[in-house]
Nanobody, 121 residues
């Protein structure tokens, strides 16, 4: 069974840096887009950043210039380095992937369980 497992996150002061990682495991044929979304309390889940298999990236306006997404295709992993963090970046960060599992006929969308990032003032 395919799983996305996040690691990293935690508590940091405003202006600090943090990174979170995500690795996909299981019977994987191919992964196209991987990315990060976040959800703050009483807010809807929102896009943070995505990266395609070829390395094309997309960022939410709120994180441009501060966050950097990267990917290791050999490890089925995606990372986001978060710099100049602000209290409004506080949220649960979720890994997401468009992934083709062996035995399936097309890509499906998968989510990780989420990891908490808290930025104190």
């Amino acid at each position: 069974q395919v799983q996305l497992v996040e690691s990293g996150g935690g508590l940091v002061q405003a202006g600090g840096s943090l990174s979170v990682s995500c690795a996909a495991s299981g019977s994987i044929f191919r992964i196209y887009t991987m990315g990060w979304y976040r959800q703050a309390p009483v807010m809807q889940r929102e896009l943070v950043s995505t990266i395609t298999k070829g390395g094309s990236t997309n960022y939410a306006d709120s994180v441009k210039g501060r966050f950097t997404i990267s990917r290791d295709n050999a490890k089925n992993a995606v990372y986001v380095q978060m710099n100049s963090l602000k209290p409004e970046d506080t949220a649960v960060y979720y890994c997401n992937a468009d992934l083709w599992e062996n035995g399936q006929t097309n890509y499906r969308n998968y989510w990780g369980q989420g990891t908490q990032v808290t930025v104190s003032p």
